[in-house]
């Protein structure tokens, strides 16, 4: 089989408003105007309809209550149980997610020929919905655990394979020519070549992978379970503690920035070794 004979490749610096404004990172106070004006875009929906008779069963919405019932929770232990739960789903499924994507996904790009086979069957279950999958791994799997790790991998897998050959084929077709100049074998480039150029892409698929896991999590979590944020959430629904539900969502917004964030740290870290 023949190795790659095609990379496109193209320097981020010379592309994109990037080449207009240049590559630069605004910081943080950027950031923190942001959230002030997601905060205040919030406080004013809340009372604009929350002050009115019809809704006003839904208070609950608002910023107060939600995050005093936010720092309510977080005193108790069933919240840390749950949030715990909920994160240890999230990274086994993504990290078997990943195990099974990234080689896959640097297979797809380096070998033409299994590119061309793969690409319609993986395109066929990415527009899957995930939870479709949802009464197979019931039947499937004996314990509720495992049916969410299956669910967390198919909603993920995807993105990680297509997310790694994409990196793969931006590789600089010269530095291929180079290495096999040089007697480097297809192992060999995979090794030294491949994968360290391709690793900032697959954090990049795993920042992806992280947020559709939470939306396979949370309604995953509302059959079969007694703890996660997404069991807390539909327990508040039943009880109608609207304040408690919605913080269980800013809770779920809290740890997937926090979780996006060390990724994102990771990612330019790797970046600027391979361009040093």
């Known amino acids: 089989m023949k190795s790659i004979?095609?990379?496109?490749?193209?320097?981020?610096?010379?592309?994109?408003?990037?080449?207009i404004f240049g590559n630069r990172d605004l910081g943080w106070k950027y950031?923190?105007?942001?959230?002030?004006?997601?905060?205040?875009?919030?406080?004013?929906?809340?009372?604009?309809f929350f002050t009115r008779p019809e809704f006003s069963q839904f208070n609950g919405f608002s910023p107060g209550p939600t995050f005093k019932a936010l720092m309510t929770a977080a005193q108790e232990?069933?919240?840390?149980?749950?949030?715990?739960?909920?994160?240890?789903?999230?990274?086994?499924?993504?990290?078997?997610?990943?195990?099974t994507g990234v080689p896959i996904g640097i297979l797809v790009g380096f070998y033409p020929m299994f590119r061309g086979l793969s690409?319609?069957?993986?395109?066929?279950?990415?527009?899957?919905?995930?939870?479709?999958?949802?009464?197979?791994?019931?039947?499937?799997?004996?314990s509720f655990e495992s049916a969410i790790y299956f669910l967390i991998v198919m909603a993920t897998i995807c993105p990680i394979i297509l997310n790694t050959t994409i990196g793969v084929l931006n590789i600089n077709p010269q530095?291929?020519?180079?290495?096999?100049?040089?007697?480097?074998?297809?192992?060999?480039?995979?090794?030294?070549?491949?994968?360290?150029?391709?690793?900032?892409?697959?954090?990049?698929?795993?920042?992806?992978?992280?947020?559709?896991?939470w939306i396979v999590l949370v309604p995953a979590e509302f059959l079969g379970v007694s703890?996660?944020?997404?069991?807390?959430?539909?327990?508040?629904?039943?009880?109608?503690?609207?304040?408690?539900?919605?913080?269980?969502i800013i809770a779920i917004g809290i740890l997937g920035f926090s979780l996006d964030r060390i990724i994102q740290k990771l990612q330019h870290t790797f970046s600027w070794s391979w361009n040093e």
Request: no cysteine; aromatic share 12%; charged share 15%.
């Open 5 to 19: 004979n095609r990379f496109i490749y193209k320097d981020p610096k010379q592309v994109g408003l990037n080449a």
């Open 175 to 213: 530095w291929i020519k180079m290495a096999l100049n040089q007697g480097a074998n297809n192992f060999q480039l995979i090794k030294t070549i491949i994968i360290p150029f391709s690793l900032p892409y697959m954090l990049t698929s795993l920042r992806l992978a992280l947020g559709v896991a």
């Open 77 to 99: 232990s069933r919240f840390w149980i749950s949030v715990f739960a909920s994160l240890k789903r999230i990274l086994i499924g993504i990290s078997l997610a990943a195990i």
């Open 227 to 248: 703890s996660g944020l997404g069991y807390l959430i539909n327990d508040a629904r039943d009880t109608m503690e609207y304040d408690k539900l919605m913080a269980m």
């Open 119 to 142: 690409y319609s069957p993986i395109q066929f279950v990415r527009m899957i919905s995930p939870l479709s999958w949802m009464p197979i791994a019931i039947l499937l799997f004996a």
């Open 31 to 48: 950031e923190l105007i942001g959230l002030a004006a997601f905060a205040l875009v919030w406080m004013m929906v809340a009372g604009f």
